[in-house]
């Protein structure tokens, strides 16, 4: 029999079948697939239960009877004198509501605590409230288990994205496509984790599990419903604003005990609270992270490594500022020139007064250094910087070297020193790659650093850059 069969045939709700199955009272027999198959003497054991359970013996008593450590004419008489007992309260109880008729009691002049005792009844051949299984609440602990797994999902599509070369922070845009497609990604795999395993990654590390109504694995079929009407009743399509409103119904919903719209037809069961599954899942979160991060400075690390050539510096330069959505900057052609980039229907023009032309050292066909040198004389240009280009140029040639993936954080400190020293001289290192910049200047003002403006005439400015293996 199925468990809707033995609710049928004992009369019972399929929370009292699962109670006396944790309470150790019913042992059905489990089939392959998990799902439970319930025998005529399982429907014979529940009859006896509700019997004896309805006459008020104890679950102690009964599994007494059934382990033979109790007869069963012993443990009647003892209910028997209990129950005498009862009657004289329910006496009593019948006297107090004489009483109340007689003292003529209205209800908006009632004397509650004289009469509250009596107001106290056993419906008659009912099973206790408490032989149920409590339903799982856990609201807190539902939400992080499922923002666990919607992260996860979101990782993944980020090194998808990367795997391909695009950076999926490139634009406002992206945001909402991430979202979408990190919602699909769960919408797939979530019914997957349930109907092959009961949890997801979340879930699991939590200490939650989901079943069918018979306490087997869900189909595909029923997991993806469900996993669907998470995201619509749940997350309410991860729309702002209103999905804070679904979630907030939602948990005030859980927390009072109700059916939640997805629900229906499984069963959300809690194995434990154990502390450490706390820190599991914080550790859970450093290790998402981690690897995100990870991937992304792998993307960022160039195409070619090790003796590359020019046109292959080249090439790696432009992956890296396609890559960051640099617009403004040019590109490289494979012989180290700038050329022009057409955006959106527009084109950007490289000015050579803006970025300079570059020189390349090679030796043996292979790149070994590259730079530029910039001289003003009363220009009428304002005289640039060159820094964000300085930072590129150094980040592709010492991201290029052999064994940079193990010293990442000595390219991000020369970048952030180039970055610090706008208009002005330095000298940093990087994987092997030295870079250095002179500047010097007459007739202009520094401010700050971040600008040059002239103040007096002649103004002269003169920049040299090398990067040198």
Not at 202 to 224: C, E, H, I, N, P
Not at 258 to 279: F, H, I, M, N
Not at 435 to 458: H, M, N, Q, T, W
């Amino acid at each position: 029999m199925t468990i809707k069969e033995i609710e049928e045939r004992s009369g019972m709700t399929r929370a009292n079948v699962r109670f006396y199955e944790s309470q150790g009272l019913l042992s059905p027999e489990r089939k392959e697939n998990g799902y439970r198959a319930y025998s005529d003497g399982d429907l014979d054991t529940l009859l006896r239960i509700r019997l004896l359970r309805s006459l008020g013996v104890s679950l102690d008593d009964i599994r007494a009877l059934q382990t033979g450590d109790a007869e069963l004419p012993d443990t009647l008489r003892r209910q028997l004198d209990a129950l005498l007992a009862e009657q004289k309260t329910v006496e009593r109880s019948r006297e107090v509501c004489r009483e109340m008729l007689d003292d003529g009691a209205q209800y908006a002049t009632l004397d509650a605590p004289r009469y509250l005792d009596a107001l106290s009844r056993e419906t008659p051949a009912a099973v206790p409230e408490g032989d149920a299984v409590p339903k799982v609440r856990a609201p807190w602990r539902r939400y992080f288990a499922r923002s666990l797994d919607f992260a996860l999902c979101e990782m993944l599509w980020y090194i998808l994205l990367l795997l391909i070369n695009f950076n999926p922070a490139q634009s406002r845009g992206m945001r909402l496509l991430n979202l979408l497609m990190s919602a699909l990604i769960q919408l797939a795999l979530e019914p997957l984790f349930l109907s092959r395993l009961g949890t997801t990654p979340g879930k699991w590390l939590l200490g939650l599990g989901v079943t069918d109504a018979d306490g087997g694995r869900l189909s595909y079929r029923d997991a993806f419903r469900r996993s669907v009407d998470v995201l619509v009743y749940g997350y309410g399509f991860h729309i702002p604003l209103y999905s804070l409103l679904r979630l907030y119904r939602n948990y005030a919903a859980c927390d009072r005990g109700e059916t939640l719209p997805w629900e229906s037809g499984s069963v959300l069961a809690l194995k434990d609270e154990a502390p450490w599954r706390t820190w599991a899942y914080v550790g859970a979160h450093i290790a998402r992270f981690a690897v995100l991060m990870l991937a992304l400075l792998l993307t960022l690390l160039p195409h070619h490594r090790g003796d590359i050539t020019v046109a292959e510096f080249c090439e790696n330069y432009n992956d890296l500022v396609d890559f960051l959505d640099r617009e403004q900057f040019g590109r490289l052609d494979e012989t180290g020139s700038w050329v022009h980039r057409r955006t959106g229907g527009v084109e950007l023009f490289i000015d050579s007064s803006v970025t300079p032309a570059l020189t390349f050292t090679e030796e043996g066909g292979y790149m070994t250094g590259v730079g530029f040198e910039e001289s003003l004389v009363n220009s009428e240009y304002v005289p640039s910087s060159c820094n964000a280009e300085m930072q590129f140029l150094l980040m592709t040639f010492a991201a290029s070297q052999k064994g940079a993936i193990w010293r990442l954080g000595e390219i991000y400190s020369a970048v952030q020193d180039i970055a610090d020293n706008a208009y002005r001289s330095f000298d940093v290192a990087a994987c092997g790659v030295r870079a250095v910049c002179d500047v010097s200047y007459r007739g202009y003002k520094d401010f700050g650093g971040l600008s040059l403006f002239p103040i007096d005439e002649p103004t002269i400015f003169s920049m040299g850059f090398s990067l040198s293996k």
